[in-house]
């Protein structure tokens, strides 16, 4: 089977969790993404195959009014550099795109050179700095951000 994206489902979130947890210092919780499911301006987007793992990453993000946040995107350790990234952001400008969305901008960590670099590939720049933006270790965040065209 192709891989699809489509809407988080509570059925996901162990799945969900796992790559979480390996992707982050300070994971989400439960509690967090199911609020994600329910909140009307939220988009918890999976990519799925029916092989294992199911579940081969994720990208939160909101809209609100003309501009979209990007919060959280990971992969399964066993699926990255494989295009699981790339397609889930592909799939947030086509949202963005046909909800006439003008602009999308995230926080990331500043030393976290991959996410950069694969944001840097879909136009996003360097906009500022939120120093000591992250509680685990103070580090500072870049916020990227792009237009929308």
């Known amino acids: 089977m ?29 509690c967090a993404f199911e609020d994600e499911m329910r909140a009307v301006y ?18 939160c993000f909101w809209i609100l009014s003309d501009e979209c946040h990007i919060l959280n995107l990971a992969v399964h350790p066993s699926c990255r550099r494989q295009g699981v ?6 799939n947030l400008l086509d949202v963005c795109r046909l909800k006439k969305i ?18 840097r590939k879909f136009g996003f720049r360097r906009q500022g700095l939120r120093k000591q933006y992250y509680s685990d270790t103070g580090e500072d965040a870049v916020i990227m951000k792009r237009r929308i065209s």
């Not at 939220?42 to 990208?59: E, W």
């Open 85 to 90: 990234a790339t397609r889930l952001m592909d």
């Open 102 to 119: 003008l602009a999308c901008h995230l926080e990331v960590r500043a030393s976290n050179l991959i996410a950069r670099a694969l944001y």
């Open 42 to 59: 939220a988009y918890p987007m999976v990519l799925i195959r029916d092989i294992p793992p199911g579940v081969q990453g994720y990208l």
């Open 2 to 30: 192709q891989a699809a994206i489509r809407r988080m489902r509570e059925s996901d979130l162990d799945e969900v969790l796992y790559i979480e947890k390996s992707s982050f210092l300070l994971p989400w919780s439960r």
